[in-house]
């Protein structure tokens, strides 16, 4: 699974991690996050972020 980063915060969303605090279990690609979470850090949406390509 690709990790995303927040472009306004740099903040990177890792899939093996989640976002425990915003309800997404480690495991959840970021395309399988619902269209109304937000970027814990900044509060963006998802419309906000990037795909990390390594
Ligand atoms: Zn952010």
């Not at 740099?10 to 937000?38: C, L």
Request: net charge negative.
């Amino acid at each position: 699974m690709k990790k995303y980063v927040c472009v306004p915060c740099q903040w990177i969303y890792d899939p093996e991690v989640g976002d425990p605090d915003g309800g997404i279990a480690p495991g959840t690609a970021f395309e399988d996050i619902p269209e109304d979470w937000v970027c814990p850090i900044c509060g963006a949406g998802k419309d906000a972020f990037e795909v990390v390509e390594d």
